[in-house]
């Protein structure tokens, strides 16, 4: 059974930035896209940005330019990093695969942008 584990977040100050990671495991990660999703409070989990085993990248509207999603396919790990954070991003961050079934969700990790 494939292993999400998120690590990563925190509480920052607008403007801030934090930089997420999710460890991989039991599975051959550098076959599979991955993503990083969040769901706030009262809202629905949304796709946030998204990377193909061979680097291409993808982001909501409201990522583009702010957030860059990266991975190490030698550490079964991907990252996605955060600047100029807003509020509006403050959620709880799940990482996953987009592509087929989702894996058993991990327990994801908080980011709280507050002044």
């Known amino acids: 059974q494939v292993q999400l584990v998120e690590s990563g977040g925190g509480l920052v100050h607008p403007g801030g930035s934090l930089r997420l990671s999710c460890e991989v495991s039991?599975?051959?990660?550098?076959?599979?896209?991955m993503a990083w999703y969040r769901q706030a409070p009262g809202k629905q989990r949304e796709l946030v940005a998204s990377i193909t085993g061979k680097g291409s990248t993808g982001y909501v509207d409201t990522a583009k330019g702010r957030f860059a999603i990266s991975r190490d396919n030698a550490k079964n790990t991907v990252y996605l990093q955060m600047n100029s954070l807003i509020p509006e991003d403050t959620a709880v961050y799940y990482c996953?695969?987009?592509?087929?079934?989702?894996?058993?969700w991990g327990q994801g990790t908080q980011v709280t942008v507050s002044s």
């Open positions: 996953n695969t987009p592509l087929g079934n989702p894996w058993a």
């Open positions: 039991r599975t051959i990660f550098s076959i599979y896209t």
